[in-house]
């Protein structure tokens, strides 16, 4: 075996290994997220959840604008120093302060611009969060540089598990918005102490790789910058035409659909990164790394994507209760947008390592642009659900010109990345024709329709995949993959009878 080989191997081993502790990581988080968010959906109103996603609007831009990245420069092979820790904890710092007192300024700003009073008081409670997170143990980012996904994981659960307890007793107590403000303050005060408690490292101030990471970062923040406004212009959009109640059901359903999809990106990114820094240097290993990374993504996004979109009808009601109804349509088609914006993050992960960041700022920035037009006449138009539309019809515009830009910086053949995703795409299509023939009405129960339509969209997606695969000719891929698994363990079974 080539020695390259044994390295793509080990990558290989520890991108599976770190992707399971960060899935683990983020779906135990966002189950307990879920679980909040029904609980605090039946005890608050939409209007609760308007005011408080108006204020996240600011909050957000601001500390997209004020990220420096520093956790990704310390992933850096040569980012190993105490003074480099030392350096990214002040950046983390001066972060924090800034972005909290930007908040107490433009608080009124906000408010009157959306017309919600409520607003201002509740950025000012908010503005607490920023700088609290800006004095984290910077030490706690050595769990990933090491890959020690393990630690990452608990630190991560251990935040969500005691804050969940906060937040819904709040709610309980409370029946209003302050109780989702409590939340997040409580959040980073949480994990401020618990990044002390679980790391040894103890951080103090310095500036001496300012200027090496600033240059690693700028490009970083302008892409965040551009990706935070396609993810809030459809909100701020709403927000501003149909008003805060209308606002806070969008919202609401935003959150629902793209929850799966994203939970299911964001941590297998947060262990891609630093996996395939390792093999960047060899394109071939690239490739073949990603290519798998990729066509798994895309199996897990568009079974959720298209699974969602079809059980929207009957999950709002059952879940939510029937005060969300409105949000129903918006909720089909975000989950839709959810499974393809996925694959736009992921495709990110590539450039990044090759030092391309430039190229995922120009991505947000063209999405950014046909967003904001689009999304206004369609909201205009239609409602939520032309928002969500709108929302949907711009990632497909987006996903083949970032598919090209990979494919041109990064040596990865356009036509492996293409592969990766038809077969997902039309194995759901099949399963959401076939999941459109259960209806409440036919079956006389809501919840016997979302249950057989979960248990039947169970069954069909793997299924539809299988035969799409085998008539593909068997290419290289998760079904390759799961397919080996799976005549491993039968020849195993075989052997011992």
């Known amino acids: 075996m080539m020695p390259n080989e044994d390295a793509s191997d080990s990558a290989g081993r520890h991108l599976v290994r770190g992707s399971a502790w ?54 850096r092979p040569d980012a190993n120093t105490r003074q480099h820790f030392d350096t990214a904890w002040t950046i ?17 700003l906000v408010a009157w611009f959306f017309s919600e009073p409520r607003t201002t008081t509740v950025m000012q409670a908010i503005a607490l969060r920023p700088v609290i997170n800006g004095f984290e ?35 309980f107590y409370l029946e209003n918005y302050w109780a989702l403000v409590i939340g997040m303050t409580s959040s980073s005060l949480i994990a401020l102490v618990l990044s002390y408690l679980m790391h040894p490292y103890r951080p103090r101030l310095s500036v001496v790789h300012v200027r090496e990471m600033w240059g690693f970062s700028q490009w970083l923040i302008i892409s965040r910058v551009g990706a935070f406004l396609n993810r809030k212009t459809d909100e701020f959009v709403v927000g501003r035409i149909l008003g805060t109640s209308v606002m806070g059901g969008y919202h609401v359903a935003n959150e629902l659909a793209t929850m799966p999809s994203s939970e299911l990106v964001m941590p297998l990114r947060r262990a891609m990164f630093p996996t395939l ?40 009601p059952v879940v939510l ?26 495709l990110e992960m590539p450039l990044w390592v090759t030092g391309r960041t430039r190229l995922s700022a120009a991505q947000t920035w063209i999405e950014l642009a046909l967003l904001l037009p689009i999304v206004f006449v369609a909201t205009r138009l239609n409602g939520i659900e032309g928002a969500a539309m709108a929302r949907l019809g711009v990632s497909l515009l987006v996903l083949p010109v970032m598919l090209r830009f990979v494919s041109g910086a990064c040596s990865i053949r356009i036509g492996k ?81």
Do not use: H
């Open 321 to 346: 209760g029937d005060k969300w109804l409105s949000a129903v349509d918006a909720m089909r088609w975000l989950a839709l947008y959810g499974a393809f914006s996925s694959l736009i993050l992921t």
């Open 22 to 75: 960060m899935i683990g990581a983020r779906w135990a988080t966002r189950l307990i997220g879920l679980v909040s968010t029904v609980i605090l959906a039946r005890l608050l109103a939409p209007d609760d959840f308007g005011v408080v996603a108006i204020a996240l609007i600011a909050v957000g831009l601001l500390e997209t604008l004020g990220y420096a990245g520093v956790d990704l420069a310390l992933m």
């Open 417 to 497: 990345l293409y592969g990766a995703i038809w077969r997902p795409i039309v194995a759901g299509l099949l399963m959401s024709l076939v999941l459109a023939l259960i209806t409440p009405a036919a079956l006389g129960s809501v919840v016997l329709a979302l249950a057989l339509k979960i248990v039947a969209g169970t069954l069909i997606f793997p299924c539809a995949l299988f035969l799409l695969w085998l008539a593909a000719g068997r290419p290289a891929g998760l079904e390759a993959q799961a397919a080996a698994i799976i005549a491993s363990y039968l020849g195993a079974a075989r052997r011992r009878r």
């Open 277 to 316: 820094a390792k093999v960047s240097s060899d394109p071939e290993e690239l490739e073949k790394l990603f290519c798998l990374s990729f066509s798994s993504i895309a199996v897990l996004c568009f079974s959720v994507g298209f699974g969602l979109m079809s059980i929207a009808p009957e999950f709002i």
């Open 137 to 171: 143990n910077i030490g706690i980012v050595a769990f990933r540089k090491e890959l020690d996904f393990a630690k990452d994981f608990r630190f991560t659960v251990y935040t969500k598990l005691v804050n969940f307890s906060i937040v819904v007793g709040a709610a």
């Open 92 to 108: 983390q710092i001066i972060q924090g302060l800034l972005i909290g007192g930007l908040l107490l300024l433009l608080a009124p």
